[in-house]
């Protein structure tokens, strides 16, 4: 009897070591589920799968059922996003993109639009000038959290629902581990930390912008690198996560 196979379109966003010449694949789905397969020989010089299943590749893969991980029969290249991969400053500004897909996406759990909006960023980087990268990085991040239902509330109070002014230059109170900003009243009774309000109208501002208008707006890199650093401290006590890329990216001094 033949292995019922099935083709699909995905994003490569992790590799782990099988074996001697195997390597498991990580990858996101059209409809913004995680999955993996194993692509047996990989690792071996001059494999085709090597180069099409590379991290960023998007692929058109064929893969059947196995008795434990599914394996990858066919792949076929459809986008390399090369400069990602092989530029150390883009490379550095995209790979927080993969690693919080990695991170954040379930097996069997659909996520409408995730695979478009990662696959929008990601043409986005492939074409951005050195010093935009970051933005959209950072833009994407807080989508994602948006998209996940972790949005944070930069504007309104996370206890009571007032409304918290943000205006330029002024600071605020903030909660990363309830979710947003807190106003005045409510700070005595909700741990707290003070963030600069100009920080949260980045974080709103990059939340509502098309990743091609957060480019062509060249954000300066000291506002793209408070949203980073906004969303790793997001990451790490708002979802428990811990992204090393990202890390990397705020401490290279890279950019
Ligand atoms: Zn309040």
């Not at 099935?6 to 589920?33: N, P, Q, W, Y």
């Not at 180069?51 to 066919?74: N, Q």
């Not at 929008?120 to 050195?130: H, I, K, P, V």
Request: aromatic content about 8%; glycine content about 6%; charged content about 20%.
């Amino acid at each position: 009897m033949a292995t019922p196979t099935k083709s699909c379109r995905v994003l490569v966003v992790r590799k782990t070591k099988l074996r001697e010449t195997d390597l498991i694949i990580a990858f996101l789905h059209e409809d913004g589920s995680l999955g993996q397969a194993v692509a047996r020989g990989a690792r071996k010089p001059g494999n085709t799968f090597a180069s099409r299943l590379e991290y960023f590749c998007l692929a058109d893969v064929l893969i059947a059922k196995g008795r434990g991980l599914p394996i990858v029969t066919e792949a076929r290249c459809v986008n390399a996003h090369a400069r990602l991969r092989e530029d150390v400053l883009f490379n550095a500004a995209s790979s927080p993109i993969l690693d919080a897909l990695a991170k954040c996406g379930q097996p069997d759990l659909p996520v409408p639009r995730l695979f478009d909006m990662a696959c929008a960023a990601l043409d986005e980087l492939r074409s951005c000038q050195e010093d935009d990268a970051p933005a959209i990085c950072a833009a994407f991040l807080v989508k994602l959290f948006a998209m996940l239902g972790f949005r944070p509330r930069v504007s309104t109070c996370v206890s009571c629902g007032a409304q918290v002014p943000l205006e330029h230059g002024a600071w605020r109170d903030f909660s990363f581990v309830e979710g947003g900003a807190v106003c005045v009243d409510c700070r005595s009774h909700v741990q707290t930390q003070r963030i600069e309000a100009t920080t949260l109208l980045w974080v709103q501002t990059l939340l509502g912008q098309p990743f091609a208008h957060v480019r062509e707006s060249h954000v300066p890199l000291q506002a793209s690198f408070a949203v980073l650093h906004f969303a790793h401290q997001w990451f790490r006590e708002h979802m428990g996560l811990n992204l090393k890329s990202l890390n990397f990216l705020l401490t290279s001094g890279l950019f």
